[in-house]
């Protein structure tokens, strides 16, 4: 027998949908308190905030004649007509929030309206709507949530200890402030102060209140603003050593608003490239400020969706924001100076002080370049043998330009004469090169410069050697339907393939460099289902790895010095993974750690 169902149960089960948890309230009444155009939010919170959940503001308040219609389904001020829908400017216009609220506690909303000037009070408890009493505090609104889900045991009974709401509550409220720099947002838990942001000047200024409780540096930290066609994009960003193992601190924000938007994090990332080793993301906030009919946010209850009519223009703004604007940092040693080399000057400051010595870390700029190359994604393959030949080569290199030192040589080109002057050290513990350049030392990782320098020279050089015994290759279905699309791309890297039977394919001729590591072309063939550019970099990389000298080779004067001189020519000192090869210490803080500071 169909039915209808009873109000209250319905109201229920629609309440449901938008409030999950003590965070889906915070958010809602976030939602009007900004909407309301407030400059403080304090929020209180009891039990996690199932037991009570408070936001206090100084908006402009509620009429009372607005008050009477509060509280009912789809009730709202913010939109009037269909029209609405297409240009919403508000956070809120669903009208099902306080509806939802009111449906599943006891939502009490006590405010002042600075129209009227009048002060109203409705309570209304689990669908249970009370009369309106004239009392109120003297400027904005209270909004309270009290027992959540008390009379609905088996929704109370899915929530999760008052001391993990509490923390979502808490990284909500961090979610929605970094938006909003000129409104402050406090939190009190269980009568403890848990969060005070006061009011920032800009959007760095708010985020880096988040950053620096993660212990990152105003100096890693970049602003970047763009203005495109009926948007704006403001990124704040961290360099290439600010990152972390997942993608969480890549926030979009739209209109103000925190969405799930995952094609604008890939944007992000591919901003970075390879500035961060594979498996690494960046810290990064992205707001953008899309004009009302292009985007559209009635999708989700909850409003954590968005539809963006131009999304393409975003996304490539992204990317090209965070390629031009973000630069590779260059770790550098930081010396601390021992106490007992202080004066008492520096001692003393609150009975105690240790002075620290900390030295800029400028971006890693050769004399002759000004721009990066494109960045391919990371790959992570590593190897054990040693290229014997690269180190043959090498040596003959430095034995010709003695030779020619000796001799009356040409000028030199305009890149030679660009080429810093160098000391050549040693090796450290068969990995690090040890160099002394213009008053500073370098530590070279072996392994990831000569990785970087033949991907390069692969790069630029792809000569083919056409094999006598075709390679024979063994696919699944997905692989080989994947090869019969895009077989023409491995051609274009010097990789041939001709197709044998269903599954069974054959490689003819490969690049002279691949000869030597043909089982790992096979494996590379038969699992990887990447795009043109992707394939490229990624199979480059491999090779570079497999043929670069290992960590672990000892290596001669001859070839290191060859190996420092292509280091010295490169854009960027970072493997084709995105790791970071090179490390410096400058004299000044060698000095400062041995107490020479005279």
């Known amino acids: 027998m169909i039915r209808l169902l009873d109000p ?18 915070l958010r809602e009444f976030l939602d009007n308190s900004l909407d309301a155009g407030c400059t403080e939010i304090r929020v209180e919170i009891e039990g996690g905030g199932i037991d009570r959940l408070s936001v206090i503001d100084n908006g402009t308040g509620i009429t009372r004649k607005d008050l009477e219609v509060l509280g009912n389904r789809h009730a709202t001020s913010k939109i009037h007509d269909e029209d609405d829908l297409y240009s919403i400017t508000t956070l809120g216009f669903r009208g099902e929030a306080l509806y939802s609220i009111g449906a599943v506690s006891k939502l009490t909303i006590k ?51 008052a001391q993990t709401e509490a923390q979502m509550i808490r990284s909500l409220l961090i979610s929605k402030a970094l938006a909003f720099p000129s409104v402050r947002f406090s939190l009190v838990s269980d009568g403890a102060l848990r969060l005070d942001w006061h009011k920032a000047e800009t959007l760095k200024d708010r985020v880096m209140m988040l950053y620096r409780s993660e212990g990152i540096a105003d100096a890693d930290v970049e602003s970047l603003h763009h203005d495109g066609e009926n948007f704006s994009v403001d990124i704040i960003a961290g360099n290439s050593a600010v990152r972390r193992s997942d993608m969480k601190e890549i926030r979009i924000y739209v209109n103000n608003r925190p969405v799930e938007e995952f094609s604008l994090q890939q944007a992000v990332s591919y ?44 996304h490539h703004a992204i990317t090209e924001m965070l390629k031009s604007g973000i630069r590779r940092k260059i770790p550098r040693i930081e010396p601390v100076q021992p106490e007992f080399y202080l004066d008492d000057a520096k001692r003393t400051e609150n009975g105690r002080k240790t002075e620290s010595f900390r030295s800029p870390s400028p971006s890693y700029v050769p ?46 080109t305009e890149t030679e004469k660009n080429i810093p002057s160098f000391r050549y050290i040693g090796q450290a513990f068969n990995l690090f090169l040890i160099v002394e350049i213009e008053g500073e030392l370098w530590f070279i990782d072996q392994h990831a410069a000569h990785e970087r320098i033949l991907y390069d020279e692969l790069v630029s050089q792809k000569s083919v050697q056409k094999l006598l015994v075709p390679i024979h290759i063994e696919t699944d279905q997905i692989s080989s339907e994947f090869l019969d699309e895009h077989s023409q791309v491995y051609t274009k890297l010097g990789i041939m ?6 599954g069974e394919w054959e490689i003819t001729a490969l690049p002279a460099s691949c000869r030597p590591i043909e089982t790992e ?15 490229e970099s990624k199979l480059f990389a491999v090779i570079a790895c497999r043929a670069a000298i290992k960590a672990g080779d000892s290596i001669d004067r001859w070839s290191a010095e060859a190996l420092i001189e292509k280091v010295l020519m490169l854009d960027e000192p970072a493997c084709p993974h995105g790791r970071t090869f090179l490390i410096k210490l400058s004299e000044k803080d060698l000095r400062t750690m041995a107490g020479r500071t005279s």
Do not use: C
């Open 8 to 25: 209250r149960l319905a109201s229920r089960i629609a309440a449901g949908e938008v409030i999950e948890r003590p965070q889906s309230i």
């Open 111 to 161: 405010t002042h309206s600075a129209e009227t000037g009048e002060a109203s009070t409705l309570v209304i408890d689990n669908g249970e709507r009370q009369e309106i009493i004239s009392s109120g505090p003297d400027r904005g609104t209270i909004a309270t949530a009290e027992n959540l889900f008390s009379d609905i045991p088996a929704r109370r009974a899915f929530l999760k200890r």
């Open 271 to 314: 901003g970075y490239g390879e500035l961060l080793p594979g498996g690494s993301y960046p810290y990064a906030a992205v707001f953008i400020h899309d004009a009302p009919e292009l985007a559209d946010f009635n999708i989700h209850p909850a409003k954590r969706e968005v539809k963006l009519r131009n999304r393409a223009e975003i």
């Open 367 to 412: 004399r002759q370049f000004t721009s990066s190359p494109a960045t391919p994604k990371p790959v992570s393959t590593e190897y054990t043998e040693t290229d014997k030949a690269w180190l043959e080569k090498a040596k003959a290199l430095k034995e010709r330009r003695q030779q020619e030192e000796v001799s009356q040589k040409p000028a030199p």
């Open 497 to 502: 393939l001709s197709k044998r039977d269903d």
């Open 521 to 535: 072309i096979v494996d590379f063939i038969t699992s990887s289902r990447l795009d043109e550019k992707e394939l």
